[in-house]
């Protein structure tokens, strides 16, 4: 059967995508529950079973996850493209239940857990490939597509690039990212680039005392930590794009007690590798800086303890991915759909792909309130949605884009 334009093929094939996407929906599969993201997996599986993919389920490092997917299919030519997405989100049965957080749809707008964060992403993945299939046979059985699904996309480790990394061949054209087009702004945005982070604990270690008797040998940690917070946030500079966030704090006990002990968690994000080293550089110095705590009676001085937790790589702007954006700008232009680039300061797994592939990330529908679960009365509280109508939009700019590319 013809269709008269890809926007009718794509209506006739969005209500079995959207079918597809309430299945995993109504499935469960918070990070921490590995059963959970196996089920939503097999969902996955079976939905592109139909499409000719081949599933692998691949087992996370740590036992704590469920297993990441890969979806194979093989071409008859040698271009082949990497199309990513995250089997995993941030909510838990208990919080489903409880802010009776479920599929619904209302007008335009359907609500539930990961309709954007990601599985509204792996239902336009398919949206896409079916569509291709039958806009350009050739193309879609020429080209060889692996389709990745992160079953720990949430807390973003090393492992799920690697296995990227494995199984990819020597010619993949890139990796495209599919999480929500959800910029700054309404409106369909790709990703331009992403800032890097850095994780830490900081310890301040002091003296107990009476908070009474003896207070002049007790050394307050809480007031030592309390200076060093001071001097996290002032790493904070706009200019370079570089954020220091404080976002826990704790210690001490009784208030008739000087507290001996105090921590805060820390996170540090900014574009470029340069300026986030810089931030990891002076965070070990406060090691090192003179003690502004000590006892009256002794001296005895308040110690700083640095812990770098973790480290996700920036994403830097950099040519091949405004090649990229160039294919769907055109696209875009073409459909008469409008649709922009911009720097985001959260992280994806185009973190650690753009160290090998150029990448692409924005590329799933639109929504808003993402990561949010409870609902207000009066509306003031939303919980998570995607906007139907932007499946549409954005797999029309994604047909024309990948044949853009694929065709150069």
């Not at 109504?26 to 599986?45: H, K, L, M, W, Y």
């Not at 239940?97 to 599985?119: L, S």
């Not at 650690?352 to 692409?360: G, H, T």
């Amino acid at each position: 059967m013809k269709y008269d334009s890809p926007r009718a093929l794509l209506e006739r094939l969005l209500p079995p995508a959207l079918a597809f996407l309430r299945r995993q929906v109504e499935t469960n599969s918070f990070t921490a529950d590995p059963e959970g993201v196996r089920r939503n997996a097999e969902i996955v599986a079976e939905g592109f079973r139909e499409l000719g993919f081949t599933p692998e389920l691949c087992p996370a490092e740590d036992p704590r996850y469920g297993p990441h997917l890969f979806l194979n299919r093989p071409g008859t030519g040698g271009a082949s493209l990497l199309l990513v997405t995250h089997l995993d989100t941030v909510f838990s049965r208990e919080e489903e239940e409880r802010n009776a957080f479920r599929w619904m749809v209302d007008g335009d707008r359907i609500f539930g857990p990961g309709v954007i964060d990601n599985k509204g992403g792996t239902a336009m993945i398919w949206l896409v490939l079916a569509a291709l299939r039958e806009i350009d046979p050739r193309l879609f059985e020429a080209t060889h597509w692996i389709i990745g699904a992160n079953a720990l996309e949430e807390v973003l480790t090393e492992d799920f690039p690697s296995r990227c990394a494995e199984r990819i061949p020597a010619r993949c054209r890139a990796a495209l990212v599919f999480e929500a087009s959800v910029g700054l702004e309404p409106g369909l945005a790709l990703v331009q680039c992403r800032k890097g982070s850095a994780n830490f604990r900081v310890s301040a270690s002091g003296r107990g005392a009476h908070a009474g008797s003896r207070h002049q040998d007790g050394a307050n940690a809480i007031v030592e930590l309390a200076g060093v917070v001071g001097r996290i946030a002032a790493l904070t500079d706009p200019s370079r794009g570089l954020t220091a966030n404080v976002g826990s704090i704790s210690g001490g006990g009784p208030s008739n007690r000087v507290p001996h002990a105090a921590e805060c968690f820390v996170n540090i994000r900014a574009f470029a590798e340069p300026v986030l080293q810089d931030a990891i550089d002076a965070m070990f110095r406060l090691e090192n800086a003179p003690p502004t705590v000590r006892a009256v009676s002794d001296g005895f001085p308040c110690t700083v303890r640095v812990e770098l937790l973790g480290r996700n790589p920036a994403w830097p702007p950099n040519p091949q991915t405004e090649t990229l954006i160039a294919h769907w700008s055109e696209a875009a232009g073409k459909a008469g759909i409008a649709l922009r680039a911009e720097p985001r300061g959260g992280l994806s797994d185009g973190n650690f792909l753009s160290r090998f592939l150029p990448v692409l990330d924005g590329l799933g529908p639109w929504g808003g309130n993402g990561h949010a679960s409870e609902r207000s009365a009066d509306g003031s509280k939303l919980p998570e949605f995607v906007f139907v109508p932007s499946f549409l939009e954005m797999a029309e700019v994604n047909v024309g884009a990948i044949r853009n590319l694929l065709g150069s």
